[in-house]
């Protein structure tokens, strides 16, 4: 599930930092979390390392050269540009954007079923682990805090 996206008319740091407290914003960053990234610039610079500092989350990147480190991201990034874009054709920044935002946030991660977790819907897959942790904190709450 997509939780923390930006645009912007660049991909510099602050397309990047944005995003992630966006996540951070809708409680989806906790202290301790694993930020995975390509090695582009935006994602190598000081204002990022700044910003996850501050919040306790480690940066990881993937090796140069493998496509497969990201298969995850890039294969989102596909999803809209040939679901939506390619058909859309939106004219102009304005509707990109605002197409972009309710192609996420209404299809992608609430209607549209994904292979990789068993052809369910993203917010309905993540709302099972959130029940799923709740009910196994009820049972044993030290062994959850343990953990």
Request: hydrophobic residues 35%; charged residues 40%.
């Given at each position: 599930m997509v939780v923390g996206w930006s645009m912007r008319d660049n991909m510099r740091a602050g397309l990047v930092v944005a995003a992630l407290?966006?996540?951070r914003s809708r409680g989806h960053?906790?202290?301790g979390a694993m930020f995975h990234s390509?090695?582009?610039s935006q994602h190598a610079s000081a204002e990022l390392a700044a910003w996850a500092a501050a919040h306790d989350v480690r940066l990881s990147v993937g090796r140069t050269g493998s496509r497969h480190d990201n298969a995850v991201a890039e294969s989102f990034f596909g999803t809209p540009r040939s679901e939506w874009y390619h058909h859309e054709r939106p004219s102009d920044a304005s509707t990109t954007k605002h197409?972009?935002?309710e192609f996420i946030e209404s299809y992608y991660n609430r209607f549209?079923?994904?292979e990789s977790i068993g052809d369910r819907v993203p917010a309905e897959a993540m709302q099972e682990f959130f029940d799923?942790?709740?009910s196994a904190l009820q049972a044993?709450?030290?062994a959850m805090l343990a953990a």
């Open positions: 407290e966006m996540a960053v906790a202290g390509d090695r582009g197409g972009a935002i549209r079923p994904h799923r942790f709740e044993d709450p030290e």
